[in-house]
């Protein structure tokens, strides 16, 4: 679209733009987390209390989602992610000013309104073009996803080695001026058709809840990422138990998933366009099952290894990264008209799938019970991810056959 003609409040953004958004979005969860312990310090409070700037921080993201998308589907995509962007930066300045840690604690939840950043990029994305293209943007998007949370933990320890845990909230506040900038000039209204009034769109939950393709592509999505979820739970104690791992080379298996998981958008990124929603969703599932299937075999077998834990689990990262993108774009063409409800009920769904495969990998990966435990559980929540691609699958199949008859 060419920007001379219109204004930049009409114009869609540059893919930039989106891949900022969600990379900060996904930056604020964890850039800080080496400063917990300093936090803890200097505001004397207990670590415990500190650490729910993590836990509680997901929940209101969790609750955050499922106001966004309604108020988006409403008043527009432009003006919501204004406001979400605009309350980060000034709880990030809360944040950095904080004298206890109830001040903190408050200010940090308030940071939870950048994700609107990461739910309403996905929607942008599809509304600018067709369900196949915005599959293969998304995968862009996901490189962002992938890279910001292995930078972030190296940014926030070196902020705080060089200036104290508050460097962290200043650099929050200035990427918050400076993203609220660029949507400002860059980031058009792309929601053509609003709904009527608010209330519309939250009585617009049972529809979406109704729609077996909808919970398809949302349980794909949960599976999948709860998957994720309880490799990071149980990763480092199985390493450290099984293999007496060290901190640094346990960060970077532990990072493995993650690198897999680039790959693996990449690949969303460049072959999305050639194939249906639900093929590209199948393939990434059979990779991560498959994956985890010979690591099972092997440890099963008796070969206790680095490699065969490790080796495994990165066809989770790489399988997840060619599924989400396609499961994101069909939970948001269920309806059309509902993208941005759809996305944050299927976003909100996944984070609480995730917290609950977090404690189900809390109570059953041990020091005793190990790898088989650990990769048992993974493969589990990596096949009920494939089984919602598979009914997914079957549904438009399901479809097509009503329409051709």
């Not at 001040?103 to 939840?109: A, G, V």
């Not at 990434?284 to 092997?298: E, K, P, Q, T």
């Amino acid at each position: 679209m060419d920007s001379q003609s219109h204004p930049p409040q009409r114009t869609p953004p540059r893919l930039l733009t989106l891949i900022l958004l969600t990379g900060v979005s996904i930056l604020s969860l964890n850039m800080f987390v080496p400063s917990l312990v300093n936090i803890a310090v200097d505001l004397d409070a207990d670590y415990t209390l500190v650490s729910l700037s993590i836990a509680g921080y997901l929940a209101v993201t969790a609750v955050l989602q499922i106001v966004i998308g309604p108020l988006s589907d409403r008043y527009g995509r432009r003006p919501v992610l204004l406001g979400g962007i605009a309350l980060f930066t000034a709880a990030s300045l809360g944040c950095l000013l904080a004298e206890t840690v109830w001040t903190f604690l408050f200010f940090r939840m308030i940071q939870a309104a950048i994700v609107a950043g990461g739910a309403l990029s996905r929607v942008v994305v599809q509304d600018m073009v067709p369900p196949k293209q915005a599959a293969s943007l998304l995968g862009y998007l996901a490189m962002a996803m992938a890279v910001a949370p292995m930078l972030g933990p190296m940014v926030g320890g070196l902020l705080d080695e060089l200036f104290g845990w508050r460097s962290s909230f200043l650099a929050f506040a200035l990427m918050g001026i400076a993203l609220l900038a660029l949507t400002w000039l860059d980031l058009g209204e792309t929601n053509r058709n609003p709904s009527q009034t608010f209330g519309s769109q939250v009585r617009s939950y049972p529809v979406l809840l109704r729609s077996r393709r909808f919970w398809g592509y949302a349980g794909c999505m949960a599976f999948s990422t709860g998957a994720f979820f309880a490799f990071i739970a149980g990763a480092p104690l199985v390493a450290t138990a099984l293999f007496q791992t060290t901190p640094g080379t346990l960060g970077i298996y532990v990072g493995s998933i993650t690198g897999g998981f680039f790959l693996g958008s990449f690949a969303a990124a460049r072959f999305a366009k050639r194939f249906e929603l639900d093929t590209t969703m199948l393939a990434g599932r059979i990779v991560a099952c498959s994956g985890l299937a010979v690591g099972l075999m092997l440890f099963a077998g008796g070969v206790v290894h680095e490699l065969a834990l490790f080796g495994s689990t990165i066809f989770v990262g790489l399988g997840n990264g060619v599924t989400m993108p396609a499961s994101n774009v069909g939970a948001m063409s269920v309806r059309s008209d509902l993208a941005g409800t759809a996305s944050g009920l299927a976003g909100a769904l996944t984070m609480g799938g995730g917290a609950l495969v977090t404690w189900i990998a809390g109570v059953f990966v041990t020091e005793e019970t190990g790898a088989m435990a650990l990769l048992g559980l993974m493969f589990v929540t990596s096949f009920l991810g494939l089984a919602s691609a598979w009914w997914v699958h079957a549904l438009n199949r399901q479809a097509k056959s009503r329409e051709a008859s």
